[in-house]
Nanobody
Framework: QEQLVESGGGLVQPGGSLRLSCVAS???????MGWYRQVPGTQRELVAT???????VYVDSVKGRFTISRDNAKKTLYLRMNSLKPEDTAVYFC??????????WGQGTQVTVSS
């Protein structure tokens, strides 16, 4: 059973930056991965994805501000978030694809953007 552990969330002022990390218990090199976020009472939404070959996709609201990256040797997925806005406030979840089922989720890390 794959385990994903996110870290790096916290409270930041508008315009600030954070870097989220997601460490996997197993190899990630052949899997697509992504970051999602969820505000209580709403559906979880895609933020960014990255394929095993490094191709990235972003939701329009974060393009130019967020960067997803991966370090396969460290089994770690990253999300660099710059120019943060209050509407970025959410719980951020890491996701790893699975060849045999629905994939794996981390437990989430809270990001709060507020002055």
């Amino acid at each position: 059973q794959e385990q994903l552990v996110e870290s790096g969330g916290g409270l930041v002022q508008p315009g600030g930056s954070l870097r989220l990390s997601c460490v996997a218990s197993g190899s990630i090199s052949i899997y697509g991965m992504g970051w999602y976020r969820q505000v209580p009472g709403t559906q979880r939404e895609l933020v960014a994805t990255i394929t095993s070959s490094g191709t990235t996709v972003y939701v329009d609201s974060v393009k130019g501000r967020f960067t997803i990256s991966r370090d396969n040797a460290k089994k770690t997925l990253y999300l660099r978030m710059n120019s943060l806005k209050p509407e970025d406030t959410a719980v951020y979840f890491c996701f790893r694809e699975s060849a045999y089922g629905p994939g794996f989720w981390g437990q989430g890390t809270q990001v709060t953007v507020s002055s």
